[in-house]
């Protein structure tokens, strides 16, 4: 497994952005991939997951009804559509990729890691 995630950058709060999370070493579709964001000073905060076959998924608090995570297992790729973006969602956003088919909330239960996409949203 190997992630790549892109698609960040600068948008004006209320705006929308769409991360994406490609696994360009992908042997099978069995693995949950779960979004992270870690902002500056602050400790790394769940943000959604999705179950292997992408019919679960969960979201963190501060998430819910903004963003929808979604997944390609055809394109290797789980996508983080992110909606009226608020200034506090401003953060490095990491994607993660399981070694099982659960999505766990924790980031111990993820094995592997992409490199971050920033995402500055501003006021």
């Known amino acids: 497994v190997q992630l790549q995630a892109s698609g960040g950058g600068l948008v004006q709060a209320g705006g929308s952005m769409r991360l994406s999370c490609t696994n360009s070493r992908r042997t099978s579709s069995n693995n949950a991939v779960g979004w992270f964001r870690q902002a500056p000073g602050k400790e790394r905060e769940f943000v959604a997951t999705?179950?292997?076959?992408?019919?679960?998924?969960n979201y963190g608090d501060s998430v819910k009804g903004r963003f929808t995570i979604s997944r390609d297992n055809a394109l290797n790729t789980v996508y983080l559509q992110m909606n009226s973006l608020k200034p506090e969602d401003t953060a490095v956003y990491y994607c993660a990729a399981s070694r099982g088919s659960y999505g766990s909330s924790s980031s111990r239960g993820y094995q592997y890691w992409g490199q971050g996409t920033q995402v500055t949203v501003s006021s």
């Open positions: 999705i179950f292997w076959n992408g019919g679960s998924t």
